[in-house]
């Protein structure tokens, strides 16, 4: 027999090697299927998961009565906090017991902000079971990234939206009307801009909850810029509760720079 020549050995399947592949192909397999595992999961009927629910759901309603009780009770420092934006405006009470309903509206806006963390506690506890060990990896990131964006966007709400309405608002008429402002209608407005501008503030939270879940890539989601910018500016006009276009470009504006920094955090985790 001859012995085999450089190009033959060269050219001879390493054993070696084919193992190494094999291994580290089953331990990612391996490691895949620990991942889709359900650790939580428990045999519950449907009439268990049912009275599981009504109680979750009666903590939280308790925890939202003691919050707005709580809010109702320190109503005043609230409302004047909320008065500050308007300053040189004079605020008039229309009806009787308009000040009263204000009072309960604001104290119930509180209230359920107040106990909104117990809520959630609530809701992951009641999903928690159904989920796998992947899933379970993207409880505690996005509910503290929902809890900073929410409160960025009340800061921001307070900070740069209402009073750039407000500014556009009464100097537009400083000339020709006094300003003397309806209580009620005046924190429905705070009320209304405030919340919708912090729920505009999760669209980074739901970016990232479908990268990582596979379902929308970044290219994706950049892909698709033209249609973004018009829902920003149609989102921008459906949640101010404004008519200004001021308020209603800000809010735009800052939605836009969510989107595409949520498109920027995808594409950091490798989506």
Known sequence: MTPPSDLDSATMPDPTTDLEQVTKTEDNQDWEDYL????GEVEMSLFDHLEELRQRIFYSLIAVVLGVIGCFIAVK????LL???AQGVKFLQLAPGEYFFVSLKVAGYSGLL???PFILYQII???LPGLTRRERRLVAPVVLGSTVLFAAGLVFAYLVLIPAALKFFINYGADVVEQLWSIDRYFEFVLLLLFSTGLAFQIPVIQLLLGALGIVSSKQMLAGWRYVILGGVVLGAVLTPSTDPLTQSLLAGAVLGLYFGGIAAVKLIGK
């Open 36 to 39: 889709n595992e359900l650790p």
């Open 77 to 80: 420092p609230i409302v004047q």
């Open 83 to 85: 008065e500050v934006p």
């Open 114 to 116: 107040l106990a909104s």
């Open 125 to 127: 506890q009641f999903v």
